[in-house]
């Protein structure tokens, strides 16, 4: 059984990070490659010059959320002598057991909803880890999931505030509803065995994947805890969902089966809107279908990296949407790759893919918002070799909602080019452009195949985009995790291969609508071995509105170190991260979100030891026997401070 979860965790891993990006474009090693040796970068030299383009001087000027959230003055407490980010680090040193997370000792923790967690008390049994059972498909649909990535903490005033207008105003900090994604759980892990073997064992892996909503709330101990709601629900790959957008109408939409738009799968980040609703994204859902009679992959498919057997999940052997010799299901898998909108406070609400976002390998959107109202979104498609995107709303937000519209439906989609200058432009995917016209024959086509429109384009490929987060200055922070298949280096870019990862940051021109952009490497994570500060695979980002950047980790890190946790105050020059959280074996640290008052966090233990119970079983003690089960775990200052000072 061991040996059987560590393979498939290790192939899930390696097939998801595939390349499949044959475009031939400008590798982005050979522009950071010009890019850091213009800026005289040398290696060991931790990021770049506090007299870069993102320094605050530069930005002084800059429109900030600052004047809008009613907490600001909360937030703005949070430094502690003196230090934006002035809580004492963990140290290498003081991670002693890796069955159990370790974190700075001016913060404890508290676990929250594990996998098996019924959704609202009482409405199912509890799974606990039992080696022996797993949940059953039924029971697996009320509860939590497996999995758990980025999520978004929406306090329970926000619709009634919305109500009068007051978008902005949210004082509710003991009650809300939680949105939170499932990404994945290996068979192994989920069912106990390497493969199904029925459609009770697919119906039980598919209904542990997707999104939880649940109504959570603070106790009169303190605790965190499951609250009763009518807007607590789960969605899976079954459940029923709507398209919007350029591409809702297409026929490679409609399968000749006629069969409904069902479900969302392989959930990563998150982010959420102005308006107050949750997105999750659709990252490797290519991983869910196979082919019963073999796959002589198109063009298309070969693109978004469609496979014989897929990740190994079985599904396509008993569940025939996921079969793609099935010719009655032809264009079912054009219905995942999407950014799915989700009303936390209306569970009868279908959930919306926004089709005007994209398909492609969706990690993470964070959206800004413009002085006219207008919002640009942000989101990086996770895989070696792919792009950054970003999508600008045609009309302010607010207007569209007043007039019973989305503003993620009506806008333009640009992808990313890096120059070697420091500069970028935004290259628009629409049909307008002859290139993609005499490829595509509608902007729902554009939208359905965007990797490729983006191929044609002439877009940057980068080492694993994931998450994107806003700076308090309107800059936007991009993980990028890490490339294994780099192959050339120089004195100036020592990452090749890229094991480690860094994070780039870029600011737009005019106030986010622009169509150019400058860029810098924010942190290389190479120059930070030998460190305290040791970090690599940056991942999972939020940024506050004061200047504290938290990067959550997915790889291996270290002087034995496990998954972690850092901050950094990107008012400084030089990014020096501190060490807030370390996780247990074989774990991801992943999704962040807060109170509005900042003083309580959450964030996820994702696959704790892989689903292997030797390695541990947290949330359980250590025992060597009870299945570890991903769960969230809720952050706060031992003195009530605000959540990284």
């Known amino acids: 059984m061991d040996k059987d979860i560590t393979d498939n965790a ?36 931790v990021g770049l010059a506090a007299t870069s383009f993102l320094a605050p001087s530069a930005l002084a000027g800059s429109w900030s959320w600052d004047d809008k959230w009613s907490w600001d003055r909360y937030r703005r407490r949070g430094r502690r002598r003196g230090e934006l980010v002035g809580f004492n680090p963990v140290k290498i040193t003081d991670v002693v057991d890796t069955t159990m997370p370790t974190i700075s000792s001016d913060y404890e923790y508290q676990v929250l909803i594990p996998w098996g967690t019924p959704i609202e008390p009482g409405i199912t049994n509890e799974y606990r880890g039992d080696p022996n059972s797993r949940p059953t498909s039924q029971e697996a649909a009320l509860q939590t999931g497996l999995g758990h990535d980025g999520m978004w903490f929406f306090p329970a005033d926000m619709k009634e505030n919305q109500r009068w207008g007051n978008y902005y105003n949210h004082k509710r900090c003991d009650v809300g509803m939680l949105c939170i994604n499932h990404e994945y759980g290996t068979n192994p892990h989920a069912l ?198 970003k999508y600008v709303s045609n009309k302010s937000w607010q207007a569209a909602i007043h007039q019973d519209e989305s503003p993620l439906d009506d806008g333009k989609l640009y992808v990313a080019r890096f120059n070697d200058n420091g500069t970028g432009e935004w290259l628009e995917l ?46 936007v922070y991009w993980t990028l995790t890490n490339n294994s298949k780099r192959t050339e280096t120089n004195a100036a870019n020592p990452q090749a291969p890229n094991y480690d990862g860094h994070i780039i940051r870029t600011l737009d021109s005019g106030d986010h609508l622009g169509n150019t ?16 500060q040791t970090i690599s695979s940056p991942d999972a980002a939020w940024a506050d509105d004061a200047g504290r950047l938290f990067i959550g980790t997915d790889g291996g890190q270290k002087d034995g170190l496990q998954d972690q946790l850092q901050v950094f105050d990107t008012t400084k020059g030089t990014p020096e991260g501190k060490r807030l959280l370390v996780g ?62």
Request: glycine share 10%.
């Open 10 to 45: 290790q192939l899930h891993d390696e097939l998801e990070n595939t390349s499949s990006n044959n475009s031939g474009n400008k590798p982005f090693k050979d522009v950071l490659s010009a890019s850091l040796s213009r800026r005289k970068v040398v290696a060991g030299g």
């Open 192 to 389: 106990g065995k390497s493969a199904p073997e029925s459609l009770e064992d697919v119906r039980l892996s598919q209904n542990i994947h997707g999104v939880s909503v649940v109504k959570i709330k603070c106790n009169r101990r303190g605790e965190w805890e499951v609250a009763k709601s009518v807007h607590a629900r789960r969605i899976t790959v079954n459940t029923p969902v709507a398209f919007s957008g350029p591409a809702a109408d297409s026929e490679l939409l409609q399968n000749p089966n006629g069969n409904i738009a069902l479900g969302t799968v392989n959930n990563c980040g998150s982010g959420s809107t102005p308006w107050g609703t949750y997105l999750t994204c659709e990252e490797n859902f290519n991983g869910y279908f196979g082919a019963s009679e073999g796959l002589v992959a198109t063009e298309e498919q070969q693109r978004y990296g469609f496979s014989d057997n897929g990740f190994g999940y079985g599904w396509y052997k008993f569940d025939k949407r996921f079969d793609l010799s099935d010719s009655d299901y032809a264009n079912e898998q054009h219905r995942f790759g999407w950014i799915v909108e989700i009303d936390p406070f209306d569970g009868t609400q279908k959930p919306v893919k926004r089709t005007a976002l994209g398909r492609f390998k969706h990690e993470a959107i964070a959206i800004a918002e413009s002085s006219n109202g207008r919002i640009a979104a942000y989101m990086g498609d996770d895989q070696r070799f792919d792009y950054c995107y």
């Open 430 to 475: 629409t049909i307008d452009n002859p290139v993609l016209a005499a490829r595509f024959k509608s902007q729902a086509e554009v939208m359905i195949f965007a990797r490729i429109a983006a191929d044609l384009l002439g877009a940057t490929p980068m080492d694993r985009p994931e998450w994107t987060t806003i700076g308090k200055d309107g800059e």
């Open 517 to 532: 952009f400058e860029w810098e490497i924010y942190l290389l994570s190479t120059d930070t071995h030998g460190t305290e």
């Open 584 to 645: 247990v074996e074989s774990d991801e640290i992943t999704g962040f979100t807060v109170t509005p008052d900042q003083r309580t966090a959450f964030v996820n233990i994702q696959h704790p030891g892989n689903g292997n119970p030797s390695k541990t079983n947290f949330p359980a003690y250590y025992d060597g026997v009870t299945i570890p089960r991903d769960c969230t775990l809720v952050i706060r200052r031992k003195d009530g401070g605000i959540i990284g000072s």
